[in-house]
Protein backbone atom coordinates (compact mmCIF):
# COMPACT_ATOMS: atom_id res chain seq x y z
CA UNK A 1 0.00 0.00 0.00
CA UNK A 2 2.35 2.55 1.04
CA UNK A 3 4.75 2.88 -1.74
CA UNK A 4 2.59 4.49 -3.85
CA UNK A 5 1.05 6.94 -1.83
CA UNK A 6 4.60 8.67 -1.45
CA UNK A 7 5.73 10.84 -3.73
CA UNK A 8 9.25 10.48 -4.84
CA UNK A 9 11.20 12.57 -1.71
CA UNK A 10 14.90 12.88 -2.14
CA UNK A 11 17.16 10.80 -0.15
CA UNK A 12 20.16 12.63 1.24
CA UNK A 13 23.16 11.20 2.38
CA UNK A 14 26.09 13.34 3.42
CA UNK A 15 29.70 11.74 3.35
CA UNK A 16 31.61 14.87 4.96
CA UNK A 17 30.41 17.41 6.55
CA UNK A 18 33.06 20.22 8.08
CA UNK A 19 33.99 23.98 9.45
CA UNK A 20 37.29 24.48 7.47
CA UNK A 21 39.44 27.76 8.22
CA UNK A 22 42.41 28.68 6.12
CA UNK A 23 45.19 31.48 5.99
CA UNK A 24 45.08 31.05 2.16
CA UNK A 25 43.94 28.84 -0.27
CA UNK A 26 45.45 27.13 -2.87
CA UNK A 27 43.56 23.80 -3.89
CA UNK A 28 44.06 22.36 -7.53
CA UNK A 29 42.23 19.94 -9.64
CA UNK A 30 40.86 18.30 -6.83
CA UNK A 31 37.69 15.53 -7.78
CA UNK A 32 35.19 13.91 -5.57
CA UNK A 33 32.46 11.02 -6.11
CA UNK A 34 29.76 13.17 -4.96
CA UNK A 35 28.37 17.08 -4.91
CA UNK A 36 30.38 19.07 -2.68
CA UNK A 37 28.25 22.22 -1.77
CA UNK A 38 31.01 24.79 0.63
CA UNK A 39 29.42 28.01 1.96
CA UNK A 40 31.39 30.64 1.76
CA UNK A 41 31.31 32.33 5.70
CA UNK A 42 34.10 34.96 5.04
CA UNK A 43 36.48 34.97 2.10
CA UNK A 44 37.16 35.60 -1.45
CA UNK A 45 37.78 32.80 -3.78
CA UNK A 46 38.63 32.47 -7.35
CA UNK A 47 37.45 29.04 -8.58
CA UNK A 48 37.85 27.13 -11.36
CA UNK A 49 36.35 24.28 -12.89
CA UNK A 50 35.82 23.14 -17.01
CA UNK A 51 38.49 25.96 -18.18
CA UNK A 52 35.86 28.84 -16.23
CA UNK A 53 36.91 31.15 -13.81
CA UNK A 54 34.68 32.38 -11.35
CA UNK A 55 34.83 34.14 -7.93
CA UNK A 56 32.66 33.71 -4.86
CA UNK A 57 32.63 35.63 -1.80
CA UNK A 58 31.01 35.65 1.77
CA UNK A 59 27.67 34.28 2.11
CA UNK A 60 27.35 32.47 -1.46
CA UNK A 61 27.74 28.70 -2.36
CA UNK A 62 30.11 27.52 -4.01
CA UNK A 63 29.07 23.88 -6.19
CA UNK A 64 31.50 21.68 -7.36
CA UNK A 65 29.49 18.86 -9.78
CA UNK A 66 30.96 15.02 -8.83
CA UNK A 67 33.93 13.50 -11.11
CA UNK A 68 34.66 17.22 -12.80
CA UNK A 69 38.06 18.41 -11.29
CA UNK A 70 37.87 21.71 -9.52
CA UNK A 71 40.65 24.97 -8.22
CA UNK A 72 40.10 27.49 -5.25
CA UNK A 73 42.44 30.15 -4.57
CA UNK A 74 42.94 32.63 -2.11
CA UNK A 75 44.89 35.42 -1.40
CA UNK A 76 43.44 36.55 1.74
CA UNK A 77 42.30 34.15 4.69
CA UNK A 78 38.52 32.61 4.89
CA UNK A 79 36.40 30.05 6.41
CA UNK A 80 33.33 27.50 4.44
CA UNK A 81 31.10 25.33 5.79
CA UNK A 82 30.99 22.52 3.31
CA UNK A 83 29.51 19.10 3.09
CA UNK A 84 29.55 16.58 0.41
CA UNK A 85 26.82 14.89 -0.84
CA UNK A 86 24.61 11.99 -2.37
CA UNK A 87 21.11 13.44 -3.04
CA UNK A 88 18.78 11.45 -5.54
CA UNK A 89 15.47 10.33 -5.88
CA UNK A 90 13.77 6.46 -6.02
CA UNK A 91 14.50 6.26 -9.61
CA UNK A 92 18.09 7.23 -8.70
CA UNK A 93 17.77 10.87 -10.21
CA UNK A 94 20.23 13.38 -9.16
CA UNK A 95 18.55 16.63 -7.34
CA UNK A 96 21.17 18.80 -8.53
CA UNK A 97 21.19 17.43 -12.04
CA UNK A 98 16.97 17.75 -12.35
CA UNK A 99 17.44 21.30 -11.44
CA UNK A 100 20.54 22.31 -12.62
CA UNK A 101 21.98 24.96 -9.96
CA UNK A 102 24.61 27.12 -11.04
CA UNK A 103 28.41 27.21 -9.84
CA UNK A 104 27.53 30.23 -7.77
CA UNK A 105 24.57 30.98 -5.41
CA UNK A 106 24.24 33.61 -3.44
CA UNK A 107 21.95 32.28 -0.41
CA UNK A 108 18.74 34.48 0.63
CA UNK A 109 19.03 33.71 4.63
CA UNK A 110 22.43 33.42 5.37
CA UNK A 111 21.70 34.02 9.18
CA UNK A 112 19.45 30.61 8.86
CA UNK A 113 21.77 28.58 6.79
CA UNK A 114 24.44 28.99 9.10
CA UNK A 115 22.34 28.21 12.02
CA UNK A 116 20.97 24.59 10.17
CA UNK A 117 24.58 23.65 9.18
CA UNK A 118 25.92 24.13 12.30
CA UNK A 119 23.32 21.84 13.89
CA UNK A 120 23.91 19.42 11.19
CA UNK A 121 28.05 19.71 11.82
CA UNK A 122 26.73 19.10 15.74
CA UNK A 123 25.42 15.51 14.62
CA UNK A 124 27.67 14.90 12.53
CA UNK A 125 30.85 14.97 15.24
CA UNK A 126 28.11 13.09 17.64
CA UNK A 127 28.59 9.27 16.91
CA UNK A 128 26.36 8.28 19.50
CA UNK A 129 22.77 9.56 18.83
CA UNK A 130 20.45 6.66 18.05
CA UNK A 131 18.94 8.82 15.39
CA UNK A 132 21.63 10.71 14.07
CA UNK A 133 20.97 9.57 10.69
CA UNK A 134 17.76 10.62 10.71
CA UNK A 135 18.89 14.15 12.04
CA UNK A 136 21.67 14.58 9.51
CA UNK A 137 20.16 13.89 6.68
CA UNK A 138 16.90 16.02 6.84
CA UNK A 139 18.94 18.76 8.07
CA UNK A 140 21.09 18.55 4.81
CA UNK A 141 18.07 18.15 2.93
CA UNK A 142 16.96 21.14 4.29
CA UNK A 143 20.78 23.25 3.01
CA UNK A 144 19.90 21.80 -0.37
CA UNK A 145 16.41 23.63 -0.37
CA UNK A 146 18.12 26.62 0.75
CA UNK A 147 20.37 26.43 -1.97
CA UNK A 148 17.50 25.68 -4.52
CA UNK A 149 15.34 28.34 -2.84
CA UNK A 150 17.69 31.34 -3.30
CA UNK A 151 18.99 29.75 -7.08
CA UNK A 152 15.11 29.65 -7.96
CA UNK A 153 14.57 33.59 -6.50
CA UNK A 154 18.15 34.31 -7.73
CA UNK A 155 16.33 33.78 -11.35
CA UNK A 156 17.59 30.11 -12.07
CA UNK A 157 20.94 30.51 -13.27
CA UNK A 158 22.02 27.47 -14.59
CA UNK A 159 25.05 25.37 -14.59
CA UNK A 160 27.07 26.10 -17.66
CA UNK A 161 29.23 22.68 -17.69
CA UNK A 162 26.89 19.65 -17.66
CA UNK A 163 28.66 16.47 -16.75
CA UNK A 164 27.96 14.96 -19.96
CA UNK A 165 26.29 15.25 -23.19
CA UNK A 166 23.91 12.93 -21.96
CA UNK A 167 22.95 14.77 -18.76
CA UNK A 168 22.25 17.79 -21.38
CA UNK A 169 20.00 15.44 -23.21
CA UNK A 170 18.63 14.03 -20.38
CA UNK A 171 17.72 17.52 -18.87
CA UNK A 172 16.20 19.07 -21.76
CA UNK A 173 13.75 15.83 -22.04
CA UNK A 174 12.82 16.19 -18.29
CA UNK A 175 12.14 19.79 -18.67
CA UNK A 176 10.14 19.32 -21.90
CA UNK A 177 8.21 16.45 -20.11
CA UNK A 178 7.49 18.63 -17.06
CA UNK A 179 6.45 21.54 -18.94
CA UNK A 180 3.79 19.15 -20.97
CA UNK A 181 1.78 17.17 -18.32
CA UNK A 182 -1.33 18.26 -19.53
CA UNK A 183 -1.00 17.92 -23.53
CA UNK A 184 -0.20 14.77 -25.53
CA UNK A 185 3.53 13.54 -26.06
CA UNK A 186 5.05 10.69 -28.41
CA UNK A 187 7.95 8.77 -27.78
CA UNK A 188 9.27 9.55 -30.72
CA UNK A 189 8.48 13.62 -30.43
CA UNK A 190 10.59 12.80 -27.48
CA UNK A 191 13.06 11.30 -29.26
CA UNK A 192 13.64 13.42 -31.76
CA UNK A 193 13.86 16.42 -29.32
CA UNK A 194 17.27 14.96 -28.46
CA UNK A 195 18.14 14.18 -31.87
CA UNK A 196 17.82 10.53 -31.32
CA UNK A 197 16.51 6.73 -32.02
CA UNK A 198 13.71 5.99 -29.86
CA UNK A 199 14.67 3.00 -29.06
CA UNK A 200 18.49 3.88 -27.96
CA UNK A 201 17.39 7.08 -25.58
CA UNK A 202 14.89 4.40 -23.97
CA UNK A 203 17.78 2.36 -22.97
CA UNK A 204 20.31 4.32 -22.10
CA UNK A 205 17.94 6.99 -20.23
CA UNK A 206 16.44 3.54 -17.87
CA UNK A 207 20.55 3.14 -17.38
CA UNK A 208 20.23 5.84 -15.58
CA UNK A 209 17.06 6.37 -14.31
CA UNK A 210 15.36 2.95 -14.42
CA UNK A 211 12.37 4.26 -16.30
CA UNK A 212 11.81 5.26 -20.09
CA UNK A 213 10.82 8.71 -20.88
CA UNK A 214 7.73 7.85 -21.46
CA UNK A 215 6.83 5.63 -18.06
CA UNK A 216 8.75 9.25 -16.45
CA UNK A 217 6.45 11.32 -18.35
CA UNK A 218 3.38 8.45 -17.00
CA UNK A 219 4.45 8.75 -13.08
CA UNK A 220 4.50 12.22 -14.00
CA UNK A 221 0.79 12.39 -14.96
CA UNK A 222 0.22 10.43 -11.82
CA UNK A 223 1.91 12.54 -9.58
CA UNK A 224 -0.08 15.64 -10.71
CA UNK A 225 -3.54 13.44 -10.52
CA UNK A 226 -3.01 12.46 -7.31
CA UNK A 227 -2.08 16.58 -6.24
CA UNK A 228 -5.22 17.66 -7.89
CA UNK A 229 -7.33 15.22 -6.19
CA UNK A 230 -5.80 16.06 -2.91
CA UNK A 231 -6.10 20.04 -2.87
CA UNK A 232 -8.88 20.74 -5.24
CA UNK A 233 -12.63 19.59 -5.60
CA UNK A 234 -12.31 19.22 -9.65
CA UNK A 235 -14.17 16.43 -11.63
CA UNK A 236 -12.36 13.59 -12.43
CA UNK A 237 -12.82 14.48 -16.34
CA UNK A 238 -10.93 17.62 -15.78
CA UNK A 239 -8.40 16.08 -13.50
CA UNK A 240 -7.69 13.68 -16.46
CA UNK A 241 -7.39 16.67 -18.83
CA UNK A 242 -5.50 18.76 -16.78
CA UNK A 243 -2.99 15.58 -16.40
CA UNK A 244 -2.79 14.71 -20.30
CA UNK A 245 -4.92 11.74 -19.23
CA UNK A 246 -8.05 11.99 -22.26
CA UNK A 247 -10.89 11.20 -20.08
CA UNK A 248 -12.20 9.83 -16.75
CA UNK A 249 -12.31 6.44 -17.51
CA UNK A 250 -8.58 5.89 -18.76
CA UNK A 251 -7.36 8.17 -15.67
CA UNK A 252 -9.29 5.79 -13.39
CA UNK A 253 -7.51 2.48 -14.83
CA UNK A 254 -4.29 3.92 -15.09
CA UNK A 255 -4.93 5.17 -11.50
CA UNK A 256 -5.99 2.18 -10.29
CA UNK A 257 -3.20 -0.06 -11.77
CA UNK A 258 -0.06 1.97 -10.74
CA UNK A 259 -1.69 3.07 -6.63
CA UNK A 260 -4.06 0.12 -6.47
CA UNK A 261 -6.98 2.42 -5.41
CA UNK A 262 -9.75 4.43 -7.53
CA UNK A 263 -8.97 7.87 -7.95
CA UNK A 264 -12.51 8.52 -5.93
CA UNK A 265 -11.20 6.38 -3.29
CA UNK A 266 -7.64 8.60 -3.03
CA UNK A 267 -9.56 11.62 -2.60
CA UNK A 268 -12.11 10.17 0.00
CA UNK A 269 -8.71 9.10 1.73
CA UNK A 270 -6.68 12.77 1.49
CA UNK A 271 -10.17 13.82 2.92
CA UNK A 272 -9.63 12.10 6.00
CA UNK A 273 -6.05 12.68 6.61
CA UNK A 274 -6.77 15.75 6.23
CA UNK A 275 -9.81 16.76 8.58
CA UNK A 276 -9.30 18.85 11.27
CA UNK A 277 -10.32 17.24 14.39
CA UNK A 278 -10.32 20.87 16.52
CA UNK A 279 -13.29 22.00 14.07
CA UNK A 280 -12.07 24.99 12.42
CA UNK B 1 24.76 2.81 -9.07
CA UNK B 2 22.99 4.88 -7.01
CA UNK B 3 20.64 3.13 -5.19
CA UNK B 4 22.67 0.73 -2.91
CA UNK B 5 24.44 3.79 -1.87
CA UNK B 6 21.71 4.98 -0.06
CA UNK B 7 20.82 3.62 3.40
CA UNK B 8 16.91 3.40 3.55
CA UNK B 9 16.26 6.99 4.79
CA UNK B 10 13.01 8.15 5.78
CA UNK B 11 10.26 9.22 3.27
CA UNK B 12 7.81 11.68 5.48
CA UNK B 13 4.78 13.31 4.07
CA UNK B 14 2.62 14.97 5.90
CA UNK B 15 -1.22 15.04 4.96
CA UNK B 16 -2.37 18.18 7.11
CA UNK B 17 -0.33 20.88 9.20
CA UNK B 18 -2.46 23.01 11.31
CA UNK B 19 -2.21 25.10 15.03
CA UNK B 20 -5.65 25.00 16.05
CA UNK B 21 -6.73 26.97 19.46
CA UNK B 22 -10.10 26.37 21.55
CA UNK B 23 -11.62 27.58 24.23
CA UNK B 24 -12.56 24.01 25.38
CA UNK B 25 -12.31 20.48 23.95
CA UNK B 26 -14.82 17.14 23.35
CA UNK B 27 -14.02 14.93 20.91
CA UNK B 28 -14.87 11.37 20.28
CA UNK B 29 -13.71 8.23 19.23
CA UNK B 30 -11.86 9.96 15.51
CA UNK B 31 -10.28 7.61 13.79
CA UNK B 32 -7.40 9.01 11.38
CA UNK B 33 -5.63 7.00 8.49
CA UNK B 34 -2.21 7.93 9.57
CA UNK B 35 -0.30 9.26 12.30
CA UNK B 36 -1.21 12.02 14.42
CA UNK B 37 1.00 14.09 16.59
CA UNK B 38 -0.34 17.50 18.23
CA UNK B 39 2.24 19.19 20.49
CA UNK B 40 0.48 20.48 23.51
CA UNK B 41 1.70 24.03 22.79
CA UNK B 42 -0.70 25.13 26.23
CA UNK B 43 -3.74 23.41 26.97
CA UNK B 44 -4.18 20.17 29.74
CA UNK B 45 -5.70 17.11 27.80
CA UNK B 46 -7.42 14.17 28.80
CA UNK B 47 -7.18 11.73 26.23
CA UNK B 48 -8.58 7.92 25.57
CA UNK B 49 -7.66 5.50 23.57
CA UNK B 50 -7.69 1.89 23.31
CA UNK B 51 -9.38 2.04 26.68
CA UNK B 52 -6.36 3.59 28.60
CA UNK B 53 -6.99 7.45 29.87
CA UNK B 54 -3.92 9.50 29.72
CA UNK B 55 -3.26 13.32 30.56
CA UNK B 56 -0.97 15.17 28.43
CA UNK B 57 0.26 18.78 29.09
CA UNK B 58 1.96 21.65 27.35
CA UNK B 59 5.64 20.70 26.01
CA UNK B 60 4.18 17.19 25.54
CA UNK B 61 2.98 15.33 22.29
CA UNK B 62 0.18 13.04 21.97
CA UNK B 63 0.82 10.37 19.09
CA UNK B 64 -2.20 9.12 18.00
CA UNK B 65 -1.80 5.91 15.77
CA UNK B 66 -3.55 5.30 12.35
CA UNK B 67 -7.23 3.28 12.26
CA UNK B 68 -7.45 3.35 15.93
CA UNK B 69 -9.93 5.42 17.91
CA UNK B 70 -9.20 8.47 19.93
CA UNK B 71 -10.91 11.37 22.26
CA UNK B 72 -9.91 14.25 23.36
CA UNK B 73 -11.20 16.48 26.20
CA UNK B 74 -10.22 19.41 28.41
CA UNK B 75 -12.41 21.73 30.33
CA UNK B 76 -10.31 24.62 29.73
CA UNK B 77 -8.61 26.61 26.47
CA UNK B 78 -5.55 25.36 24.97
CA UNK B 79 -3.80 25.22 21.67
CA UNK B 80 -2.02 22.67 19.95
CA UNK B 81 0.36 22.39 17.06
CA UNK B 82 -0.10 19.28 15.45
CA UNK B 83 0.33 17.72 12.00
CA UNK B 84 -0.78 14.26 10.19
CA UNK B 85 2.00 12.51 8.17
CA UNK B 86 2.96 9.24 6.68
CA UNK B 87 6.72 8.16 7.32
CA UNK B 88 8.25 4.98 6.18
CA UNK B 89 11.28 3.51 4.50
CA UNK B 90 11.59 2.10 1.10
CA UNK B 91 9.93 -1.82 2.75
CA UNK B 92 7.11 0.31 4.08
CA UNK B 93 8.34 -0.40 7.29
CA UNK B 94 6.82 2.22 9.44
CA UNK B 95 9.28 4.56 11.15
CA UNK B 96 6.57 4.72 14.21
CA UNK B 97 6.46 0.90 14.50
CA UNK B 98 9.93 0.20 14.11
CA UNK B 99 9.96 2.90 17.24
CA UNK B 100 6.94 2.18 19.48
CA UNK B 101 7.13 6.15 20.59
CA UNK B 102 4.74 5.90 23.34
CA UNK B 103 1.29 8.08 23.19
CA UNK B 104 2.53 10.90 25.46
CA UNK B 105 5.95 12.38 25.41
CA UNK B 106 7.72 15.28 26.82
CA UNK B 107 9.35 17.54 24.47
CA UNK B 108 13.21 18.08 25.50
CA UNK B 109 13.42 21.40 23.45
CA UNK B 110 9.85 22.72 22.53
CA UNK B 111 11.11 26.12 22.13
CA UNK B 112 13.66 24.15 19.23
CA UNK B 113 10.23 22.35 18.31
CA UNK B 114 8.05 25.28 18.15
CA UNK B 115 10.08 27.04 15.75
CA UNK B 116 10.43 24.18 12.90
CA UNK B 117 6.81 23.67 13.67
CA UNK B 118 5.84 27.24 12.83
CA UNK B 119 8.78 27.32 9.58
CA UNK B 120 6.61 24.07 8.18
CA UNK B 121 3.25 25.70 8.79
CA UNK B 122 4.62 28.13 6.85
CA UNK B 123 5.63 26.48 4.00
CA UNK B 124 2.32 24.09 4.22
CA UNK B 125 0.33 27.68 3.73
CA UNK B 126 2.55 28.94 0.69
CA UNK B 127 1.43 26.70 -2.00
CA UNK B 128 3.87 28.22 -4.77
CA UNK B 129 6.62 27.69 -3.93
CA UNK B 130 9.13 25.52 -6.21
CA UNK B 131 10.27 23.27 -3.82
CA UNK B 132 7.29 23.38 -1.06
CA UNK B 133 7.36 19.67 -0.63
CA UNK B 134 10.89 19.35 -0.04
CA UNK B 135 11.11 21.92 2.53
CA UNK B 136 7.85 20.92 4.16
CA UNK B 137 9.55 16.84 4.27
CA UNK B 138 12.82 17.92 5.69
CA UNK B 139 11.43 20.07 8.20
CA UNK B 140 8.63 17.43 9.28
CA UNK B 141 11.43 14.70 9.17
CA UNK B 142 13.42 17.09 11.55
CA UNK B 143 10.04 17.23 14.08
CA UNK B 144 9.78 13.67 14.26
CA UNK B 145 13.80 13.37 14.82
CA UNK B 146 12.70 15.46 17.69
CA UNK B 147 10.14 13.38 19.06
CA UNK B 148 12.17 10.27 18.95
CA UNK B 149 15.27 11.46 20.57
CA UNK B 150 12.76 12.90 23.34
CA UNK B 151 11.37 9.71 23.29
CA UNK B 152 14.78 8.10 23.58
CA UNK B 153 16.03 10.33 26.83
CA UNK B 154 13.14 10.04 28.44
CA UNK B 155 13.85 5.92 28.57
CA UNK B 156 11.94 4.76 25.60
CA UNK B 157 8.25 4.61 27.26
CA UNK B 158 6.81 1.81 24.38
CA UNK B 159 3.63 2.52 23.30
CA UNK B 160 1.31 0.18 25.45
CA UNK B 161 -1.15 -0.32 22.52
CA UNK B 162 0.20 -1.74 19.54
CA UNK B 163 -2.14 -1.40 16.59
CA UNK B 164 -2.14 -5.68 15.98
CA UNK B 165 -0.93 -8.95 17.03
CA UNK B 166 1.29 -9.36 14.27
CA UNK B 167 2.94 -5.34 14.36
CA UNK B 168 3.76 -6.64 17.89
CA UNK B 169 5.52 -9.88 16.86
CA UNK B 170 6.90 -8.06 13.90
CA UNK B 171 8.36 -5.32 16.85
CA UNK B 172 9.81 -8.27 18.41
CA UNK B 173 11.39 -9.71 15.18
CA UNK B 174 12.86 -6.77 14.28
CA UNK B 175 14.12 -5.65 17.67
CA UNK B 176 16.05 -9.40 18.05
CA UNK B 177 17.15 -8.74 14.77
CA UNK B 178 19.18 -5.56 15.06
CA UNK B 179 20.60 -7.12 18.41
CA UNK B 180 22.02 -10.12 16.71
CA UNK B 181 23.81 -8.40 13.56
CA UNK B 182 27.18 -10.02 14.95
CA UNK B 183 25.66 -13.43 15.62
CA UNK B 184 24.57 -16.73 13.48
CA UNK B 185 20.75 -16.39 13.54
CA UNK B 186 18.38 -18.88 11.38
CA UNK B 187 15.25 -18.81 10.05
CA UNK B 188 13.91 -21.06 12.61
CA UNK B 189 14.50 -19.39 15.61
CA UNK B 190 13.13 -16.04 14.53
CA UNK B 191 10.08 -18.29 13.59
CA UNK B 192 9.89 -20.00 16.97
CA UNK B 193 10.28 -16.62 18.78
CA UNK B 194 6.97 -15.43 17.92
CA UNK B 195 5.53 -18.67 17.76
CA UNK B 196 4.80 -19.12 13.96
CA UNK B 197 5.18 -21.29 11.37
CA UNK B 198 8.47 -20.27 9.08
CA UNK B 199 6.66 -20.49 5.58
CA UNK B 200 3.89 -18.67 7.24
CA UNK B 201 6.14 -15.68 9.11
CA UNK B 202 8.21 -15.14 5.97
CA UNK B 203 4.59 -14.73 4.02
CA UNK B 204 2.95 -12.25 5.83
CA UNK B 205 6.01 -10.33 6.89
CA UNK B 206 7.08 -9.77 3.46
CA UNK B 207 3.51 -8.61 2.54
CA UNK B 208 4.23 -6.37 5.32
CA UNK B 209 7.88 -5.11 4.74
CA UNK B 210 8.35 -6.22 0.90
CA UNK B 211 11.35 -8.60 2.64
CA UNK B 212 11.48 -11.66 4.56
CA UNK B 213 12.63 -11.43 8.15
CA UNK B 214 16.60 -13.38 7.10
CA UNK B 215 16.47 -10.96 4.42
CA UNK B 216 15.80 -7.83 6.33
CA UNK B 217 18.80 -9.63 8.55
CA UNK B 218 21.07 -9.67 5.58
CA UNK B 219 20.06 -6.21 4.50
CA UNK B 220 20.27 -4.61 8.18
CA UNK B 221 24.50 -6.77 8.17
CA UNK B 222 25.27 -5.25 5.12
CA UNK B 223 24.39 -1.99 6.27
CA UNK B 224 26.42 -2.52 9.10
CA UNK B 225 29.14 -3.55 7.10
CA UNK B 226 28.88 -0.43 5.03
CA UNK B 227 29.07 2.01 8.46
CA UNK B 228 32.53 -0.15 9.40
CA UNK B 229 33.91 0.58 5.86
CA UNK B 230 33.60 4.20 5.99
CA UNK B 231 34.00 4.84 9.72
CA UNK B 232 37.15 2.99 10.97
CA UNK B 233 40.02 0.94 9.85
CA UNK B 234 39.24 -2.51 10.80
CA UNK B 235 40.39 -5.37 8.42
CA UNK B 236 37.88 -6.80 6.22
CA UNK B 237 37.72 -10.19 8.31
CA UNK B 238 37.50 -8.59 11.76
CA UNK B 239 34.28 -6.83 9.98
CA UNK B 240 32.82 -9.72 8.58
CA UNK B 241 32.67 -11.32 11.94
CA UNK B 242 31.11 -7.97 13.51
CA UNK B 243 28.14 -7.95 11.02
CA UNK B 244 27.84 -11.94 11.50
CA UNK B 245 29.08 -12.72 8.00
CA UNK B 246 31.83 -15.24 8.97
CA UNK B 247 34.90 -14.57 7.30
CA UNK B 248 36.29 -11.85 4.71
CA UNK B 249 35.09 -14.03 1.52
CA UNK B 250 31.89 -14.72 2.54
CA UNK B 251 31.65 -10.97 3.16
CA UNK B 252 33.30 -10.00 0.10
CA UNK B 253 30.95 -12.33 -1.97
CA UNK B 254 27.52 -10.94 -0.45
CA UNK B 255 28.92 -7.83 -0.76
CA UNK B 256 29.62 -7.55 -4.33
CA UNK B 257 26.58 -8.93 -5.21
CA UNK B 258 24.06 -6.56 -3.49
CA UNK B 259 26.21 -3.09 -3.85
CA UNK B 260 28.16 -3.99 -7.43
CA UNK B 261 31.13 -2.96 -5.47
CA UNK B 262 33.90 -4.98 -3.59
CA UNK B 263 33.96 -3.78 0.09
CA UNK B 264 37.69 -2.32 -0.33
CA UNK B 265 36.65 -0.35 -3.48
CA UNK B 266 33.81 1.04 -1.36
CA UNK B 267 35.98 2.04 1.10
CA UNK B 268 38.31 3.60 -1.01
CA UNK B 269 34.85 5.39 -2.72
CA UNK B 270 34.27 6.51 0.95
CA UNK B 271 37.55 8.01 1.90
CA UNK B 272 37.26 10.12 -1.37
CA UNK B 273 34.34 11.41 -0.24
CA UNK B 274 34.93 12.02 2.87
CA UNK B 275 38.35 13.68 2.04
CA UNK B 276 38.80 17.23 3.52
CA UNK B 277 40.07 19.66 0.64
CA UNK B 278 40.90 22.40 2.88
CA UNK B 279 43.34 20.27 4.40
CA UNK B 280 43.10 19.41 8.36
Known amino acids: MTGNFFEGGWRVRPSAVAHAYYP?????NIVYPHWVVSFVTDGEVELQAGGVTRHAFSGQVMLHAPHLPFSERSDRGGNHRW???EAANDHGMELLRLYPVGEVTTIMDPGKYIQVFDQMLAAWGD??????EMEISSLCQLLLFYLLQSWERGGRTPRSLPASKNDKRFQVLITHINAKLDEKVSREQLAELVHMNPNY???????????TPMQLLRELRLRKARRLLEQTE????QIAVQCGMGDAAYLNRQFAKSCSITPGAYRERARLANQNYYGG
Chains 1, 2 share one sequence.
Open 234 to 237: LPLS
Open 24 to 28: SLDIQ
Open 83 to 85: FVV
Open 201 to 211: LDRIFAEKFRL
Open 127 to 132: KEGAFR
